[in-house]
């Protein structure tokens, strides 16, 4: 299912998990933190969230997930002679250095993540059902003279089927132009302006239309 950022919260994504949808985001709500390391950057197993490594290849005395939070514990050493300690989630305390990152930040840094490597497939996606879903809207689709599931289940059905039956007859009048270049051009043209005029919901006019 291909969304955008306003569908992104823990909740949608165990929903859909349980349901055998995978969710992709075009984009996400929020800004990306930009003072500290990306969560990504950290080997942390993809299960338990339990971090085994950090982004500067120290491996933690121990670790583990707590409280909301996976938390690691490294030696001051390791930290103190890390390049990315600035940018670092580690705390100094008396007896080491502990990383303490919320499972929340974690799961958003993971989303954005895949959201960036599938940009470019997420946004075609998306924008593909865009005109489809606003051609419904301005048909009737977001306000519908019916109250209940069973019959809005039954007017929505009628409304996408109407859609596709308009442009599959306004498809064919199109391509009939081309494939029988004998038929005359105004009767092409007057039956797809009729087939537009008395189309309940608008669509698009294909490239290169007369």
Known sequence: MYVDGGFHSE???QTAEENGI???LTNMSGTEPAKKIPVTEFDMAETTNVINKCPGGYVPKHAGVSGGQTVAHFPHEA?????FREQCYSKKQ???CV????LKT???GREREKMKTGRKENTSKRAGIEGSNSALKRGGLDKLDVRGKAKSTVVCGLKVTVQNIKRFVFIFCFL??????RVPVHRVVGALEEVW?????PMAVPRGAP
């Open 11 to 13: 909740d949608v994504h």
């Open 79 to 83: 930290c103190a002679n890390c390049e």
């Open 197 to 201: 005029a008395n189309s309940p919901v």
């Open 99 to 102: 990383v303490r990152i919320n």
């Open 176 to 181: 009939r132009y081309f494939i029988s270049p």
């Open 106 to 108: 974690v799961n958003a």
């Open 22 to 24: 995978e969710i992709h």
């Open 94 to 96: 008396a007896k080491d």
